[in-house]
């Protein structure tokens, strides 16, 4: 199977390879379904045995990586970035987040909020910086004479 002229790179160990518009189809469907024949069929290969083409697809190394790269990006959106984490911070401080009732939330809760906030904006910054202040004593400069020899 050759790649077709419109194939957009990926990035590998070795930048060798290209997907085609087919294995990307490949890709997407068998990150969704994690059943390689399924995949085939799902990305418009004409095969009469979708399962061993699967299986052919798969030990490409460059399409494993491309699967590992797409399920870990996968992976990673489900995890708060901490400017998401701070962005809710705030919104809690500000009472713009409601609990299930309905209801605003506790002036308690607004300040804990707000303290959060400040370990992460004040505290650890300043903690840093004295941490760099404390490593850095300084520089001690030796100065180094030479002996007189006449005088030993």
């Known amino acids: 199977m050759s790649s077709a002229p419109n194939a957009i790179p990926i990035r590998t160990s070795n930048n060798k390879h290209t997907l085609?518009?087919?294995?990307?189809?490949?890709?997407?469907?068998?990150?969704?379904?994690?059943?390689a024949a399924q995949a085939v069929i799902e990305a418009g290969y004409k095969s009469k045995r979708p399962s061993q083409y699967g299986s052919a697809l798969l030990s490409r190394d460059y399409v494993r990586e491309e699967i590992q790269k797409r399920l870990q990006d996968?992976?990673?959106?489900?995890?708060?970035?901490a400017t998401e984490v701070l962005q809710f911070y705030t919104s809690v401080m500000r009472g713009e987040v409601l609990d299930q009732f309905g209801i605003e939330c506790s002036v308690d809760t607004r300040i804990k909020a707000a303290n959060e906030l400040a370990k992460h904006k004040i505290e650890i910054p300043m903690k840093l910086q004295q941490k760099a202040d404390a490593n850095s004593i300084?520089?001690?400069?030796?100065?180094?004479?030479?002996?007189?020899e006449e005088n030993d």
Request: charged share 15%; proline share 6%.
């Open 138 to 148: 300084g520089s001690i400069t030796l100065n180094f004479l030479p002996r007189n």
């Open 20 to 35: 085609t518009p087919l294995e990307q189809a490949f890709i997407s469907a068998y990150v969704i379904s994690k059943n």
């Open 74 to 81: 996968i992976e990673d959106a489900k995890i708060a970035s």
